[in-house]
Structure formats: structure tokens, C-alpha cells
């Protein structure tokens, strides 16, 4: 889960796990109120479910890119 602005997450394996998750998580009292800034690339994501990763409609700025999805 990345609930911090002005995040990277670059050149990463993953596998096995519930994907990659862009919110604030304010129902949990978590993360910031204006997520902005995330960048998710050049990642490997195996077996990370469907959608293997999901963005909050209310964090700007995310890009996401170059990334390997793998069953």
C-alpha cells in the first residue's frame, strides 16, 4: 500500500500478494488527505491479483508505467 505523497516505487518484485494499492486510507485514519506525487514503474508484479494495482480516484498526479505483470 503506498499512502504517502511524493512516493517512489521503481524496480521492485512483488509476488504473491494483494497488489499495489494507491489511497490515502482515511476509513483507517491513515495516509495524507491529498495524495499526489506516487510513481509506480519498472516493477515485476506476480500473482498479485486482479487488478494487480488499483489507484484512489482522489490522489493526483500518480503515474504508473513499464511495469510486468505476470500470472
Not at 60 to 65: D, E, F, N, Q, T
Amino acid at each position: 500500500m503506498l499512502k504517502a505523497s511524493n512516493t517512489q516505487f521503481r524496480g521492485n518484485a512483488v509476488a504473491r500478494a494483494g497488489g499495489i494499492h494507491i489511497s490515502s486510507e482515511q476509513a483507517w485514519l491513515e495516509g495524507e488527505l491529498d495524495l499526489r506525487g506516487v510513481t509506480v514503474v519498472g516493477n515485476t508484479l506476480q500473482e498479485c491479483g486482479d487488478p494487480p494495482i488499483t489507484v484512489d480516484p482522489s490522489a493526483k498526479g500518480v503515474v504508473i508505467g513499464n511495469n510486468t505483470f505476470l500470472p
